[in-house]
């Protein structure tokens, strides 16, 4: 199947873009999902359906469908399909199930670390394929006994599957069928990502004496010897986050300075685009993940509400100005586990 024809998540933080970048759909602190005009941060419509947004067409939201509670539903999901002008629920598939030792990530996360299933989606008219991988480990607070780290490791598993839209049949590819995706998975360093024509990765070196932050470029076609280096900062406490396109980075020389703006570099040249002020009123938790799209800085802060419990808050800010154009409560507050014992 040609590369051309699937279609791809476009991710905001906490939410998923629509093709013409013009709509956010987001998990609400309801648990369900509301359309948000990304111009103003109007609501254009909302549904209670317990669901996290997966993926956005020109036909349908694709969404994530969680099971009523019962003894083995910590390892499966439905897909769902709901209408772009109102939210109304078209599709469900039939149950998805994983291995009994997988955990389903329940969107958003309770906590963070609470689940060992990967998985990204991708779809063409009819169908939807769903490529995941699953890796178990160990999540006791004291040190393990031995020999069940050895046991843990050996849990790890890799599939794609296939949901057909039209009749909700769910089909497990098994490996030696032909890979849907024919595009080849490309061998990178460790801790590098590509970035439109480049591999990139960021390093912390010694720059002059002091400890600083580089931008090492590779060219993704030729031999991937690093053609370029570029300092991006100096400082004990440099701070970065890079979008979730991984097409941008956000620098900051020290986090706990107030004063201090972000300086947003372009990953695949690393020029130095623009700068922003940091939203100091939330950085006791700080920023989770941020997104550029249509010249607004798209960015997900957790705000604490009380010792164990914080409450995500979708804050968009224009590029250019740094004017903040409005903002968004989004996501049930998370509960963070006490520390064990």
């Given amino acids: 199947m040609p590369n051309t024809e699937q279609i791809r998540p476009k991710f905001l933080p906490g939410g998923i873009l629509s093709p013409n970048h013009q709509v956010g759909y987001f998990v609400n602190i309801n648990n369900g999902i509301d359309a948000i005009d990304l111009n103003d941060g109007s609501v254009l419509w909302t549904t209670d359906l317990s ?48 291995p009994p030792w997988v955990i389903v990530p329940f969107y958003p996360p309770r906590y963070w670390g609470e689940t060992n299933l990967k998985f990204q989606l991708r779809a063409t008219t009819n169908r939807l394929f769903l490529d995941w991988q699953a890796q178990d480990y160990y999540r006791g607070g004291a040190a393990p006994p031995e020999g069940i780290d050895a046991l843990y490791a050996q849990r790890k598993d890799r599939g794609t599957v296939r949901i057909d839209l039209n009749s909700g049949v769910v089909k497990r590819l098994p490996p030696e069928d032909p890979i849907t995706d024919t595009s080849v998975e490309e061998s990178l360093p460790s801790g590098c990502w590509i970035a439109g024509q480049k591999i990139v990765d960021l390093v912390r070196d010694e720059i002059d004496g002091q400890k600083g932050l580089q931008l090492r470029i590779r060219d993704r076609y030729g031999e991937q010897n690093i053609e370029k280096i570029i300092e991006i900062g100096k400082g004990e406490t440099l701070h970065y986050i890079v979008t979730l396109d991984q097409c941008y980075i956000f620098v900051c020389p020290d986090i706990c300075d107030v004063e201090q703006p972000w300086w947003i570099f372009a990953a ?8 922003v002020n940091y939203d100091a009123s939330y950085k006791s938790i700080g920023i989770r993940s941020i997104a550029i799209f249509n010249s607004k800085i798209y960015y997900l802060v957790d705000q604490r509400i009380n010792h164990l419990t914080h409450q995500s808050v979708l804050k968009v800010k224009d590029l250019n100005s740094g004017k903040l154009c409005w903002e968004y409560l989004v996501e049930p507050p998370k509960t963070q586990p006490p520390n064990p014992c």
């Fill in 268 to 275: 695949e040249t690393g020029e130095l685009l623009t700068t």
């Fill in 51 to 98: 669901s996290y947004p997966l993926l956005a067409t020109n036909k349908w939201l694709v969404v994530q469908k969680k099971l009523p509670p019962h003894w083995n539903t910590w390892c499966a999901f439905k897909i769902a399909t709901l209408a772009l002008d109102n939210g109304s629920l078209i599709f469900q598939s039939a149950t998805i199930f994983f």
